[in-house]
């Protein structure tokens, strides 16, 4: 995976990491889960959900890469660009520009 050119070089190797639609779609579903469990355990003042956030969001998205994608999630390599990878990703998805996305990455 590219390291040297920073996130934007990153970019299409996480895409390609993420290949198989099904990886994705739990990737997406994991990460907004876990941003609305963290959105409402600081709205409530609840730690155990600000805990819970990352759990969830990264449980999803490490079971997908585990039984899915049969690879290794890139959060072991690059943890703050993965982040930012999977963010970007599921603003992609919401707003229905991941199919362009992946297009332009060859994929």
Known sequence: MATDGGFEAFWPAYLRDHARPAT???HVGGTLAGAAVLLAGVIAGSWWLMLLAPVLGY???WGSHLLVERNRP???RHPLWSLRG???????AVTGRLGAELRRHGL
């Open 86 to 92: 999977d963010l970007r990703m599921a603003w992609l």
């Open 74 to 76: 890139a959060t072991f």
């Open 24 to 26: 994705r779609a739990v």
């Open 59 to 61: 449980g999803c998205a």
